[in-house]
């Protein structure tokens, strides 16, 4: 079953502070990885897009990696704003069909 | 702002009646798609089209259907509405139809069933 799991659910980081988020498929065949931002009550931002070629991807503060072998991915965020809380949700594309899977996301807050 | 517009903002009805959402999508966009987020499900992928062609179908209802006019702007109709289609209804846009472009969301449209 094409599934994607995010971890944790949740956080709680200090402004300035670095996290990194979790992000397991069970995604076949694999098309692309996108990670999105999404403010409450708000559409989806795209933060990357990762094919299968790619491992690493970086959007200012924000980088993202791919392990294609494990099927695992990152979004490592550097120096974090308090602007940075959101959740943020991963989405797996299958070639086949062209659809798209998404996590459940993990909801990020930066406290001053 | 994302380019993509969804009217109406706020939409609260009642069970068994029908609404239609709109959506136009980026100024050059060929591909829309239509998103559903739901406190207990998340976001899922109902429906994409590409230049006026259904594309994609993901999980969505035969209650519900789309369609893009030949302008380029997508309406999704949903029918005999349940409480537990209460939702924020999301469009996005993206150049072509292949699956790693950008996608540029809406801001969404919120559905309320009473």
């Known amino acids: 079953k094409n599934q994607v799991e995010q971890s944790p659910q949740s956080l709680i980081i200090l402004e300035g502070k670095n996290c990194t988020l979790q992000?397991?498929?069970?995604?076949?065949?694999?098309?692309?990885l996108r990670w999105y931002k999404q403010d409450t009550g708000r559409g989806p931002v795209s933060l990357t897009i990762?094919?299968?070629?790619?491992n690493t991807k970086s959007n200012g503060r924000y980088t993202a990696t791919l392990d294609a072998d494990t099927k695992q991915s990152s979004l490592h965020i550097t120096a974090s704003q308090l602007s940075d809380s959101a959740s943020y949700i991963c989405?797996?594309?299958?070639?086949?069909?062209?659809?798209?899977?998404f996590g459940t996301g993990t909801s990020l807050t930066v406290i001053p | 702002d994302s380019g993509v517009t969804q009217t109406p903002k706020h939409l609260i009805t009642a069970t068994g009646q029908r609404v239609t959402l709109r959506c136009s999508p980026r100024?050059?966009?060929?591909?829309v798609y239509w998103y559903q987020q739901s406190l207990d499900q998340g976001l899922q992928f109902l429906i994409q089209?590409?230049?006026?062609?259904?594309?994609a179908k993901g999980n969505i209802l035969e209650r519900f259907s789309a369609q893009q006019v030949p302008d380029l702007h997508s309406e999704l109709n949903l029918s005999s509405l349940e409480l537990g289609d209460s939702a924020l209804y999301f469009c996005?846009?993206?150049?072509?139809?292949?699956?790693?472009?950008?996608?540029?969301f809406g801001p969404g449209t919120r559905l309320t069933v009473l």
């Open positions: 989405v797996v594309s299958a070639k086949t069909g062209n659809q798209f899977y």
């Open positions: 990762m094919t299968f070629s790619e």
């Open positions: 089209y590409y230049n006026g062609e259904e594309r």
């Open positions: 996005a846009s993206s150049v072509r139809a292949v699956d790693y472009n950008e996608q540029f």
């Open positions: 100024s050059g966009d060929l591909s």
């Open positions: 992000c397991n498929y069970t995604v076949s065949p694999f098309s692309n």
